[in-house]
């Protein structure tokens, strides 16, 4: 990143090694996740579907009335559901100049998604009976 304005960002190659740096990254993430406790938590597997299958629907739905391309509508489903880096990532692997785009649609949603979440957690506390 802080040779990409200097002569070294324009050498033959330089793109493809920054990507496949950026893979690297994105699968030493993956890397850390621990397999072992998918047995031990078959609810929120369930809950997770269910969740990915209505976020699917209700994002085809609007991209259908808002008729938005669904390469926009890739890019938005993965800013909401993943982070800014993932969304980068699928950004650039439409587009190069989709990456902004992609990091400013993940920067929104999770400002919304933090907002929201508050909300729900209010309701819930609200919802709870006192003991």
Do not use: C, D, K
């Not at 893979?23 to 072992?36: D, K, M, N, Q, R």
């Not at 969304?87 to 990456?99: I, K, S």
């Amino acid at each position: 990143m802080a040779t990409a304005p200097t002569a070294l960002g324009t050498m033959p190659g330089s793109e493809e090694i920054s990507g496949a740096m950026l893979y690297v990254i994105v699968a030493l993430i993956g890397a850390e996740v621990s397999l072992g406790a998918i047995s031990q938590a078959p609810m929120y597997i369930l809950s997770g579907f269910m969740i990915l299958t209505i976020h699917g629907a209700l994002l085809l739905f609007a991209a259908r009335l808002l008729r938005m391309n669904l390469l926009l509508t890739g890019i938005a489903s993965i800013a909401n559901i993943g982070s800014a880096p993932s969304a980068a990532v699928v950004g650039a692997a439409y587009g190069r100049e989709l990456v902004p785009v992609a990091i400013v649609m993940a920067l929104i949603g999770s400002m919304i998604g933090s907002f929201v979440g508050l909300a729900v957690s209010e309701v819930l506390l609200w919802l709870t009976p006192s003991i």
